[in-house]
């Protein structure tokens, strides 16, 4: 059961999210705005996870394939390389939240500075969970 709930998720996110688009599409009119955002942006994400997760499959590998694939993943090369990348995108997504809350609270302040805020705080706060686990992974 669970082997089949793995194969066939990715393919649900997609047709998920094809729903969502056409319903804010079709009710457009019928629905607030706020509603019509969120079912766009419900179906971005589902669109993203779904098809990254169908780019990710491995199910049409030969078992060769499928070794090597494996053994490229936890290859020490790669897995710095993984880590350089995981590091210069955090450094580049903080710079860019800082950007985003000076410019919130430059124009616009109140309740999404307070947002704005918690996320970056957040942003930060994943950051030192990661590095704490990474830390005892090796």
Known sequence: MKEWCKRISPFMMFVGAVAAFFAAILLRERIP???SLALCTLGGVL???GVTAIAL???GLTPEEQKEIERSETDERNVAIREKAAMSSWYWTLYMLWAAFMVIQIFVGGLWGVAISVVIVLHCAFYMINIHRWNKKM
């Open 47 to 49: 669109i993203g996870f």
């Open 57 to 59: 499959s491995t199910k």
């Open 33 to 35: 705005k706020q509603l």
